[in-house]
C-alpha cells in the first residue's frame, strides 16, 4: 500500500475571532497536503482559553470551511462534549499531567507572569520560557508559605539538556537543545492546560501525521516532538508555511480583521479567492479555481520560504 494514501492531516483553528486570508492559506495548505496524498483531514477545535474562545465562532469557522469546499472527514460537530474540542479533553490531558508529575518532568510555578498568554498562540507562551525558573528549586516548605499566602501555582516542564532534531518539510533541517529554550509551562494557574500540552497530545491521540501551520510555529516543534515521544507516540512530520503579511510586514491577524472571510466572500467568488491564493503561494496560475482543481500538481517546492506581502 502507497503510504501516502496513510496521511492524516488536520485543521486546528481557535476561535478567537473570524477567519482571514491568513488562516485560509493555511488551511489550503494542509488540505492540499492531505489531498494530494490521497490522504484525509480532521478538523479540531483549539478552544483551550475560554476568555478567549467562543462556540459561536468556531461554528463561524467551520461553516467558513465549508464554504470553501474545505471539508474534513473526521473531527468536530458543535455537539455537546464533542472531544475534538479542546474545552472538552481536560479529563485526557490530566491523566497525560499525572504521568508527566510521576516522571518527576514538571514542577509548580509562582511567578508573577501572565500565565494566560499559556493557552494562547505558542509564540506568545515563549515568552514565559524561563532559563532556568527559581521556583524549580524551591523546597517544600517554601512552596507551602507561598500558596498559603494565596499564590496558585502554574506548572513547568522540567526541560531537558536535550536535542531534538528534525527535518521540516518545507524549511529543510533544524537541531535544537531544549535546554536553551528553557522551561515552559504546560498548565496554568487557574487549571487551564497549555498549548504545547494539549497540541502535542492530541495530534498523538487523533493519529495526525502530516501538521501544516505557519512558519512562526515552528519555535514550538522540538518541544511537541519531544512530548510525543516522552508520552510514547511518534512525532508528526511538520510543513512550514510563509505567512501572509500586510504592508508594514505585519501578520495577518483575527484581531485586526485583515482581510476576514466576511469582507473576501463580498467581494469575490470562492474561485477566485483560491485563484488569489495561488498566485501568492505560486502554485499555480492564478486563475479563478476550486480547491480539487489545485490538488493535482500541488508540491512545496513551488511554495515560497519568505513571507508574502498582501498588496
Known amino acids: 500500500m502507497n503510504e501516502n494514501k496513510n496521511a492524516i492531516g488536520r485543521f486546528a483553528p481557535s476561535p478567537s475571532g473570524i477567519m482571514h486570508l491568513g488562516n485560509i492559506a493555511s488551511a489550503l495548505l494542509a488540505w492540499l497536503d492531505a489531498r494530494s496524498r490521497g490522504g484525509k483531514i480532521v478538523l479540531r477545535i483549539e478552544d483551550l482559553d475560554p476568555d478567549?474562545?467562543?462556540?459561536?465562532?468556531?461554528?463561524?469557522?467551520?461553516?467558513?470551511?465549508?464554504?470553501?469546499?474545505?471539508?474534513?472527514?473526521?473531527?468536530?460537530?458543535?455537539?455537546?462534549?464533542?472531544?475534538?474540542?479542546?474545552?472538552?479533553?481536560t479529563e485526557l490531558y490530566n491523566?497525560?499531567?499525572d504521568i508527566l508529575q510521576k516522571r518527576d518532568a514538571v514542577y509548580p510555578c509562582y511567578c508573577t507572569r501572565n500565565q494566560r498568554l499559556a493557552a494562547s498562540a505558542p509564540h506568545q507562551a515563549d515568552k514565559l520560557s524561563d532559563f532556568g525558573c527559581k521556583c524549580r528549586y524551591l523546597s517544600k516548605l517554601e512552596r507551602r508559605e507561598l500558596e498559603k499566602a494565596g499564590r496558585k501555582p502554574a506548572w513547568k516542564i522540567k526541560a531537558p539538556d536535550k536535542?531534538?532534531?528534525?527535518?521540516?518539510?518545507?524549511?529543510?533541517?533544524?537541531?535544537?537543545?531544549?535546554?536553551?529554550?528553557?522551561?515552559?509551562?504546560?498548565?496554568r494557574s487557574d487549571g487551564v492546560f497549555a498549548y504545547q500540552l494539549a497540541v502535542s497530545f492530541d495530534d498523538m491521540d487523533m493519529g495526525v501525521n502530516r501538521v501544516v501551520r505557519g512558519r512562526d510555529l515552528i519555535s514550538s516543534t522540538a518541544r511537541q516532538i519531544w512530548l510525543i515521544e516522552e508520552l510514547g507516540g511518534k512525532a508528526p512530520q511538520y510543513c512550514h508555511a510563509p505567512l501572509l503579511t500586510a504592508l508594514d510586514k505585519?501578520?495577518?491577524?483575527k484581531r485586526d480583521g485583515d482581510l476576514n472571510i466576511d469582507e473576501l466572500t463580498k467581494r469575490f467568488s470562492t474561485e477566485e479567492i483560491f485563484g488569489l491564493l495561488s498566485s501568492y503561494l505560486n502554485i499555480s496560475d492564478g486563475k479563478p479555481t476550486s480547491a480539487e482543481g489545485l490538488i493535482e500538481g500541488f508540491d512545496w517546492s513551488k511554495v515560497p520560504k519568505e513571507d508574502i506581502v498582501i498588496k
Open 52 to 89: 478567549r474562545c467562543s462556540n459561536e465562532l468556531a461554528v463561524k469557522i467551520a461553516e467558513g470551511f465549508k464554504s470553501l469546499g474545505l471539508v474534513w472527514d473526521s473531527g468536530w460537530e458543535n455537539k455537546p462534549s464533542d472531544k475534538y474540542a479542546q474545552s472538552n479533553r
Open 95 to 97: 491523566d497525560i499531567f
Open 163 to 187: 536535542i531534538v532534531s528534525f527535518t521540516d518539510g518545507h524549511y529543510g533541517k533544524f537541531s535544537e537543545n531544549l535546554s536553551d529554550t528553557g522551561d515552559f509551562i504546560i498548565k
Open 250 to 253: 505585519r501578520k495577518l491577524s
